[in-house]
């Protein structure tokens, strides 16, 4: 496909388990992002990576959240001892830097993930 | 702190007049504006963006614009079309340190009415 996937698109979690979220950007894009977006509000930054290399993880709110692109493609996001306040839309966007609009990040559908 | 604002929550208009959704940031280092409509189990899409030089974008029934002095920005949708009816999201860029993120407002529901 063309745009950004992500997988899976719902995920149920007992308070405690580990979740892996996944994200594949569009083919060529350098820039990856991740954002969570709780119900009612816009979404908000987590990290971001150019190819492999995470360059900001100040979104990341505690050390149970991971995030890695080991081959500079896909994403994986990781959330360890999940709580009842992870449960929220993760989304994924990815850009391509140094053509067009370099700043316009396109989107995945987002994972939402409850925490139960 | 919300560096971007977006203080309506909502906006009801009939299809063919103007809609104008407003958004106020705090933030002098933004340097792009953009605008994202989001439908509900979707992710949001790029709709229209505008250069902090610039005051003024326009893209067929959408124009954005940019009042630096005030920090405001907003977009017109005309005419207005049932399918417009979407959940609009302001963001502004801001490139710091090698890092390049969006800046979100809590978004506003515009419905369209027929």
């Known amino acids: 496909g063309a745009g950004v996937s992500q997988s899976p698109r719902y995920k149920v979690a007992k308070r405690g388990q580990d979740v892996a979220l996944r994200c594949d950007p569009i083919s060529g894009h350098v820039s990856l992002f991740w954002y969570q977006q709780a119900l009612g509000q816009g979404p908000e930054f987590l990290t971001y990576?150019?190819?492999?290399?995470?360059?900001?993880k100040s979104g990341l709110p505690s050390d149970r959240f991971f995030a890695e692109r080991p081959e500079g493609s896909v994403s994986t996001l990781k959330i360890q001892r999940t709580q009842q306040e992870d449960s929220a839309v993760y989304l994924c966007?990815?850009?391509?830097?140094?053509?067009?609009?370099?700043?316009?990040?396109?989107f995945g559908p987002g994972t939402r993930l409850t925490v139960t | 702190d919300q560096q971007v604002k977006q203080n309506s929550p909502s906006l009801s208009v009939q299809e063919g007049r103007i809609s104008i959704l407003n958004c106020d940031y705090t933030?002098?280092?933004?340097?792009?504006f953009l605008w994202y409509k989001k439908y509900p189990a979707e992710g949001p899409t790029f709709l229209i963006s505008?250069?902090?030089?610039?005051d003024k974008n326009e893209d067929g029934r959408f124009t954005v614009f940019l009042n630096k002095s005030a920090k405001h920005l907003s977009l017109h949708i005309v005419p207005s079309q049932p399918g417009d009816s979407a959940v609009y999201f302001c963001?502004?860029?801001?490139?710091?340190?090698?890092?390049?993120?969006?800046?979100f407002g809590k978004g506003m529901k515009l419905t369209v009415n027929p």
């Open positions: 505008i250069s902090s030089i610039k």
């Open positions: 990576f150019q190819n492999e290399a995470q360059l900001d």
């Open positions: 933030n002098s280092m933004f340097d792009y």
């Open positions: 963001a502004a860029s801001v490139s710091q340190g090698g890092s390049e993120k969006l800046v």
């Open positions: 966007a990815s850009s391509s830097i140094g053509q067009g609009r370099w700043y316009e990040q396109y």
